[in-house]
């Protein structure tokens, strides 16, 4: 049986949000069991030029949603940069998961060809949507969910590769 689009991506990407919000959980309880405030985790960074915890999380949220709407075709919702607490970050994960169960896979599956413009940096970009997917959405989502998982880590949250896997 082939793999189609819809298959690798959008299942792929509720399931790195899902360890994405694991990994908050183990981070929150970690703060709350050490005495940490959890705003201290949530303005954490690995370098002075990277996004603090909030914008790795906010970009893993874009990413995937950004990635599954340009393929379908659609207009994702936007969703203001604005949490600063556990509670808005887990909100923002979730409300991204709910997002994507929403898209209808008749819009993904088939769009391997379907062109793809974004714009970076001034520059447009143009792909195949299968190319998009596969070079450019899912390596730029793992590449935030996987720098969340290391600013935890960073900051002292006993965290594990099962955390970041999950179960299978």
Known sequence: MALSLYDISVPV???GLGQLSHVLDKGLAHAQSA???PAQLVH??????????AGQVQSASDASKLGTARIAG??????????TTYAELQA?????????GSVDRALIDGAEDREVT??????????????????????????????AYDVL???????????YLGRF
């Open 13 to 15: 990407f509720i399931r």
């Open 118 to 147: 974004m714009k970076v940096r001034g520059a447009e970009l143009k792909f195949t949507g299968q190319r998009y997917l596969l070079q450019f959405a899912l390596p730029n989502f793992f590449f935030h969910v996987t720098t």
């Open 44 to 53: 954490a960074r690995l370098a002075p030029d990277m996004f603090t915890l």
């Open 35 to 37: 005495g940490i405030d």
């Open 74 to 83: 659609v207009t994702a919702p936007s969703f203001p940069d604005t949490e």
């Open 92 to 100: 923002r994960v979730a409300k991204t998961i709910d997002y994507l």
């Open 153 to 163: 880590r960073h900051s002292g949250v006993p965290l594990s590769k099962l955390d």
